[in-house]
């Protein structure tokens, strides 16, 4: 389970700004996490994620996603940031 404490709500669609986020997953599912995060983070820097932002349900396996409960995504604020590409869903 991802969980958090909100800060305040950051716009109209009701997206919250969290002062604190827990993880609450096994170890497995934790480095899944880290090795989405540190890849999503490469692919900004060389250029190479060319999409505005990426979910990780679309990178992590559904047991991933059942034990999250949630789904985590990343901005791009790259300079490729309004490139489009169609991300495949796992399989």
Not at 23 to 40: K, M, V
Not at 46 to 65: I, K, P, V, Y
């Amino acid at each position: 389970m991802i969980s958090g404490y909100a800060r305040e709500t950051s716009n109209a669609l009701g997206l919250l700004e969290l002062r604190e986020v827990t993880f609450s997953l096994s170890t497995t599912h934790l480095r899944q996490l880290a090795e989405f995060l540190i890849t999503t983070a490469n692919r900004i820097e060389d250029g190479t994620l060319r999409t505005g932002h990426l979910h990780a349900r679309q990178a992590l396996s559904e047991q991933w996603m059942r034990e999250a409960g949630c789904d985590v995504i990343i901005i791009n604020e790259g300079p490729t940031r309004n490139a489009v590409e169609k991300i495949p869903e796992p399989s």
